[in-house]
């Protein structure tokens, strides 16, 4: 069975950077288009990034030009680079694949931005 399991939140301050960790098993990486998604408190859990096996990403107009994914396919993982944090950041952090979630949600991250 699939699982994927999320790792590297943390409580930061506004401007710091944290590198979010997806490790994926029960499932060949490289067949999905794979993303991070992330729900705020009373809030639709969102996209936030996609990655494609060619290396292309999206990402919401939010955090353009701060996050960055990446994966690694022999390794079964997916990361977030998250730099220039701020408040509105804050949120539990999940991947899941990047056209819909189609794997049961680990348990994700919790990134806090805060002074």
């Known amino acids: 069975q699939v699982q994927l399991e999320e790792s590297g939140g943390g409580l930061v301050q506004p401007g710091d950077s944290l590198r979010l960790s997806c490790a994926a098993s029960?499932?060949?990486?490289?067949?999905?288009?794979m993303g991070w998604y992330r729900q705020a408190p009373g809030e639709q859990r969102e996209l936030v990034a996609s990655?494609?096996?060619?290396?292309?990403?999206n990402y919401v107009e939010s955090v353009k030009g701060r996050f960055a994914i990446s994966r690694d396919n022999a390794k079964k993982m997916v990361y977030l680079q998250m730099n220039s944090l701020k408040s509105e950041d804050t949120a539990v952090y999940y991947c899941?694949?990047?056209?819909?979630?189609?794997?049961?949600w680990g348990q994700g991250t919790q990134v806090t931005v805060s002074s």
């Open positions: 990655i494609n096996n060619a290396g292309g990403t």
């Open positions: 029960g499932m060949i990486l490289n067949r999905y288009v």
């Open positions: 899941n694949t990047g056209l819909g979630p189609r794997f049961p």
